[in-house]
């Protein structure tokens, strides 16, 4: 039980965004436990500090490495980060205490304001028109279904990104909802995109819309009081999620989107809940791609990361492998582009 005296140092990054996702978990934790203290510590992470060196450049955990030396060091006791941003695999000592309910998971199109209302949608742009992102997600996916759309880099906070798309010559740009969401920008949101888009859609990031809450594998106290913020149904969908990417990834980051969703399915007379699990990996160049899906009966995170694993090593085996080798050997056509996801 937490005594009136508990404080809990909680580590973030310095931007708009996880201030305000760390404020968010704040103001849940105290609605629980009123006399804990929480006191905030928020650091400039590699990837905020360097905004020009490609993103395969700075290595993985370019947003997390610095907090969680404070972690180990114990100057800090959780992490706030977006889920998304986390390697899948952390450092010794380390685990995911709690995964908080999900903001909406989608990405989504921002047109330039120099266009007004013209556009609705990306089916609505021209040949040639110029799209911002940096993911080779987000890109390798659009290719497929708009071959006419040029894709360009677009870098820096959301709040810099919609500034960029409206002032330096980008007819859209594309970001995830939820950051949108969380900082009041959902009225720039034009259009939703996800595996149902007509037109043509994209699935999201592994983790994308959900808080990690990173603390000490051995700190039962924080564990417990963590269960206040803790949403088991996204945080189990996560874990199995981050198990796709961990089994598939080979030691570079990959195109690959996901969608999860739970689903009842009736089986033998009973209505039982199931994971549902979509997984695509594309080529950089957006011309091959392999996809997959699985509905598991899913109990715990173990369940689902083995749910996880299982479709992954299924898609390897059906040219997802050849896909991501090509790319680690520098043969993927679209190799130039930069790997990462922002
Ligand atoms: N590193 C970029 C990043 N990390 C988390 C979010 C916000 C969305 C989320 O919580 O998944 C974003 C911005 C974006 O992709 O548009």
Redo the contacts with the bound molecule.
Sequence with gaps: MATPTTTIRIGTRRSA?ALK?TDLVIATLQRAHPHVRCEVHATATM?DRDKTTPLPELGKGL?TNELEAQLIERKVDVIVH????VPTTLPEGCILGAVTAR?D?R?VVIFSKVHGDKYSKLVDLPEGAVVGTS?VRRAAQLRRSYPGLVFRDVRGN?ET?LKKCDEEGYDAII??????L?LDFGGRIAQYLDSTTEGGGLLH?V?????GLEIREDDEQLKELLGAVKDTPTMTACFAERSVMRTLEGGCSVPIGVETAWVEEEEDGEKKKKLQLRVVVVSLDGRRAVDGESTLEVATLEEAEAAGTKLAQRLAGLGAQQILDDINKGRDSGAALKVG??
């Excluded at 977006?82 to 941003?85: E, G, I, N, P, R």
């Excluded at 970001?175 to 949108?180: K, M, N, P, V, Y």
């Excluded at 983790?207 to 808080?211: K, R, S």
């Design positions: 965004l996702q990837g947003w977006s889920l998304k941003d903001e998971p990405d993911s959301i990104r970001l995830a909802a939820a950051g949108l969380r990031a983790g994308q819309g959900a808080l996801d922002v």
